[in-house]
């Protein structure tokens, strides 16, 4: 069964700084792997989808890299803005169904 | 477009009560999903409709019943709702990008409490 892990559950930047959130998977057999975006009180935002085939998407100043062999994706945030503020949360596509983790809440301060 | 929505946003019920979710979405996706959500954990999968006509179980299907009633509109009902459904409940419906390829999207959610 694939299990997703994020660490650190909970992070505070102040502004200007970079993020970094880390996603591990344990089955490397996936077929995508997703980024979403939780606003408290709200649904889910997709930010970027990197497919099993590639190594990395980019959009704006969000960067995200996969390396299967490791089981492990990072989602990098450039230069974090007070915006940025909500729970990042990872999903690993495994035959067509989402395995999600609990995500990171993420703080930046002015 | 809308996008995905769903119905109600919010609602209480007691113990042993019964309630029907809705989920519409306007973007011509085939599949769609129904997802909970707890405090501390992530999104975890109750039903999938792969296509018009067809659903399966997901990872927590044990109390809840779906029915894909068009392409566009996917149900989800409580027979006899417990404490321990307790949760935000989430829709999805994904987009073929290619290649083994769904991106999902998904609804506002709607808050269930069971007292």
Known sequence: KQEVTQIPAALSVPEGENLVL???FTDSAIYNLQWFRQDPGKGLTSLLLIQSSQRE???G???ASLDKSSGRSTLYIAASQPGDSATYLCA?????KLQFGAGTQ????? | NAGV???PKFQVLKTGQSMTLQCAQDMNHNSMYWYRQDPGMGLRLIYYSASEGTTDKGEVPNGYNVSRLNKR???LRLE???PSQTSVYFCASSEFKGFETYEQYFGPGTRLTVT
């Open chain 1, 22 to 24: 880390n996603c591990s």
């Open chain 1, 57 to 59: 998407q980019t959009s």
């Open chain 1, 61 to 63: 100043r969000l960067n």
């Open chain 1, 92 to 96: 690993a596509d495994s035959w067509g």
């Open chain 1, 106 to 110: 993420v703080v930046v301060t002015p």
């Open chain 2, 5 to 7: 929505t769903q119905t």
């Open chain 2, 73 to 75: 509109e996917f149900s």
């Open chain 2, 80 to 82: 006899s709702a417990a």
